[in-house]
């Protein structure tokens, strides 16, 4: 039989079907091919696991990789528009001329460059009529005396989020504008197609979208707060279209500098001898400073770097702008206004990005942690966007909170689950903390305060409906409740006191369980009165007498001295009972409550105490008035003694009821001895 292991599966010449063949010929019946598929099966398993492992050991590092791969691809695209600026350049050069023989030009050839450009002139209109004739609704083509046509084809727009197809386009690219147009499908007349938007070609970017799932041969056009893709049918369709889109903005920015230049260009001043007495008309106009290049390609650079996630670079690219205008050099720049109107409308997308990408209904996932959040909050913080920041942080904190406790599973006990639940939440609202702290300003740490209490009151709510039920003991409730408190009281030490809002959520619950605790143990013991035989109780074993006396001890009473026959109580079954009862309502009541609920406490235990002593009075049995006198002479002085001890003052309703039933407890230090000022319950 061949052995089953990985290297034989991971070698090159594997071959499954000879593997099966072999397996069959050296196995031996049916059973012994099931062993091997379940070593098979292991083996599986165990590749799934490691491979799982693997992956999360590491999962930075296919991060790292993919964030590396976005880059090269932007520096790839950043390397084929300078490829392609080269190109135009090395063009243009190549059609110029190095003679400078201006003057030989003819007559003859001035005048056919005339007609040329008359002809050009005639055809650029009649193009732009027929673009008209063709679209529904269009815009005056011919307003823009230099607009001329330079790139138009079919796309299919798709949607930016969905990656689905939306509708056919048809898209006309201008020298000055982007038209878009739609399809028309019961078209009548000449037109095809009817107008749906334009975009100035100053105020858009268009970004290559790389080939995705069915999404290809694509691109982006940004126009804020618009962002559109469209795909096109070939990838020679699509280098075109962002070759042309190039040359748009090149010549957007060339005219622009035009403009600039002429504005700058001063006249030149005549010399002071000529006209030493100059009017103020006279005087040359101050010469406006040019300004540099990265500053004229901001817009852009914007864009790009929006679109590549490098939002920290964008931010800083904004504040340099806004400070490089606030210099009193270039303060008063006429082309301060339209740098700065575009840069904020580039600040509007990216907080509108920031935003979504803290928005935790949009596709947030709480693998990476609180910290994935720390950038687009620093941002917003920066920009003067503190409040949404908070809000949408702390939400993203609930969601993560959220997500950590539904990870607790409910096995074993009920005291497990909400101690691990404890745990769980306290310190993932530590992490929260921790990292509100480091992002926002102490005036914000309030909406945190009220955050928390919020988040507390929601999980408390929860267990609330799973521990305080009919079927969960006092003493359940008491490790649970116990358990939170503790883990509050731990996470006290980050400087934040959560224990007042807990006291407040469990504080109804306890006082409900306290009085059904009540009620249930005064009709059980009626029961156990009235069906009482009066006789002592047998244990069976010393074994069970042990264990008897060490639970009684854990209460508070020694009964050692009432053990008979080895195996037998001298108690009946009732007042054993009773004992155990009220003593673990007042044990496990003193540490559940809070000094507010000790009213409620009282309440329980004298209602339990009165209703036994009550009953105890209508019996005629001499063991049972033996009883009764256990409980007047043991029980009852234990629990007043306790209830000092652990309160610090005495039960004014006990003792009331031991007054009445004529018991005095003598102060430790002198007797333990019970007196009765008459013997008229002996």
């Not at 243009?92 to 003679?99: E, K, N, P, R, V």
């Not at 650029?124 to 011919?142: A, D, S, Y």
């Not at 001329?148 to 386009?169: C, F, P, V, W, Y």
């Not at 673990?584 to 002593?613: F, H, P, S, W």
């Amino acid at each position: 039989m061949s052995d089953i292991n990985a290297e034989k599966f991971g070698s090159p010449d594997f071959t499954p079907e000879r593997y099966v063949r072999e397996l069959t010929k050296s196995c031996v019946g049916g059973e012994e091919l099931q062993q091997q598929k379940d070593k098979i099966k292991t083996l599986a398993d165990e590749t799934a696991r490691a491979l799982k492992k693997n992956v999360y050991e590491n999962y930075m590092q296919f991060i790292e990789t993919s964030t590396e791969i976005s880059h090269l691809e932007a520096e790839m695209y950043k390397l084929s528009r300078l490829l392609s600026e080269q190109r135009t350049v090395l063009t243009t050069l190549s059609h110029a001329t190095i003679l400078g023989n201006d003057n030989t030009v003819s007559r003859e050839s001035l005048d056919n460059t005339d007609q040329e450009a008359l002809k050009a002139e005639e055809q650029r209109k009649n193009k732009l009529n027929q673009i008209t004739e063709k679209v529904e609704e269009c815009m005056n083509l011919l307003d823009v005396p230099d607009r001329s046509l330079l790139h138009e084809g079919d796309l299919l727009e798709i949607d930016a989020e969905e990656n689905t197809a939306l509708q056919r386009m048809h898209a006309y690219l201008f020298t000055d504008c982007l038209m878009l147009t739609s399809w028309i499908t019961n078209r009548r007349g000449p037109s095809r197609y009817k107008f749906q938007q334009s975009y100035p070609i100053s105020a858009i970017a268009v970004v290559n979208v790389r080939d995705l799932g069915n999404v290809k041969q694509a691109f982006k056009v940004l126009a804020f707060p618009d962002t559109r893709v469209f795909q096109c049918n070939s990838f020679a369709s699509k280098k075109d279209w962002l070759d042309k889109f190039e040359v748009a903005k090149k010549m957007h920015i060339e005219k622009e500098n035009s403009k600039l230049k002429k504005k700058e260009t001063p006249e030149k001043p005549k010399p002071m001898l000529e006209s030493p007495s100059m009017s103020v008309e006279e005087l040359p106009s101050p010469q406006v400073p040019a300004l540099p290049e990265w500053l004229l390609d901001a817009t852009e650079e914007l864009d790009v770097l929006i679109v590549e996630r490098h939002f920290q670079k964008a931010y800083e690219l904004m504040v340099a702008v806004q400070k490089f205008f606030a210099t009193e050099e270039y303060k008063n720049h006429p082309q301060k206004s339209d740098i700065m109107s575009k840069t904020d409308q580039k600040q509007k997308v990216l907080v509108d990005i920031l935003l979504k990408e803290l928005d935790v209904t949009h596709n947030w996932s709480p693998r990476g942690g609180l910290r994935t959040s720390r950038h687009p909050v620093e941002i917003l913080n920066k920009i003067n966007m503190t409040s949404q920041a908070c809000e949408l942080f702390l939400a993203i904190c609930s969601h993560t909170v959220k997500t950590h406790v539904k990870g607790v599973q409910l096995e074993g006990s009920i005291n497990t689950y909400v101690r691990q639940v404890g745990e769980v939440f306290f310190c993932s609202l530590s992490d929260a903390l921790s990292e509100f702290i480091t992002l926002f300003p102490k005036n914000k740490i309030s909406a945190f305060i009220v955050w928390a209490s919020m988040e507390l009151r929601i999980l408390m709510s929860q267990i609330i409906k799973q521990v305080f039920t009919p079927q969960c003991a006092l003493d359940s409730v008491l490790d649970c409740v116990t358990s939170l408190r503790e883990q509050c009281t731990l996470f006290c030490e980050f400087g934040l006191d959560l224990r007042f809002q807990l006291n407040s959520t469990v504080r109804s619950p306890i006082i409900k369980s306290l009085r059904e605790y009540k009620e249930k143990t005064v009709d059980s013991m009626k029961c156990q009165v009235s069906a009482d035989k009066w006789t002592p109780v047998n244990m069976h074993t010393k074994a069970g007498v042990s264990k008897f006396l060490q639970q009684m001890e854990s209460l508070g009473l020694i009964l050692a001295k009432f053990v008979i026959n080895e195996t037998w109580i001298d108690l009946s079954s009732s007042t054993i009972w009773f004992a155990q009862s009220v003593l673990l309502i007042q044990k496990v009541g003193i540490k559940l409550v809070t000094k507010d609920m000790m009213d409620v406490l009282d309440e329980c235990i004298y209602a339990i105490v009165n209703a036994r002593l009550v009953l105890s009075m209508g019996s005629d049995s001499s063991y049972a008035q033996k009883n009764f006198k256990f409980i007047l002479d043991t029980v009852l002085p234990l629990m007043l003694r306790c209830y000092k001890e652990d309160v610090g003052y005495d039960n004014e309703k006990l003792v009331v009821l031991a007054k009445k039933f004529g018991v005095v407890v003598a102060a430790p230090r002198r007797s333990n001895i019970t007196k009765y000022t008459s013997n008229e319950y002996l």
